[in-house]
């Protein structure tokens, strides 16, 4: 699912106006990245938590090289569902 769609949905399901959602949801994904980029991360009732954790630097062994190379330290964006998200996905499952 991508912006359009999920969007669209959202116009479909609610009594909102294409241009007052798309505003919401943009403002929305704005407010996230902003927490995001300030290493805060943020949870969603219901749906999980977003949180900022720092790989750092490393070695690896190249193997075509044969040599060992340092892999720079870096930042993930780690996602962990709450446990009502994996509740419903595995009903569906089943």
Avoid: C, Q, W
């Amino acid at each position: 699912m991508n912006k359009k769609s999920l969007l669209n949905k959202i116009i479909y399901k609610s009594t909102l106006r294409k241009d007052t959602a798309e505003k919401i949801f943009d403002r929305m994904f704005e407010l996230m990245k902003e927490s995001v980029k300030e290493n805060k991360g943020f949870g969603i009732d219901e749906f999980g938590n977003f949180e900022v954790i720092h790989i750092h630097m490393r070695k690896e062994f190249d193997s075509k090289k044969k040599s060992e190379v340092l892999i720079p330290p870096k930042d993930k964006i780690l996602f962990t569902p709450s446990g009502i998200l994996l509740d419903n996905i595995n009903e569906t499952v089943e």
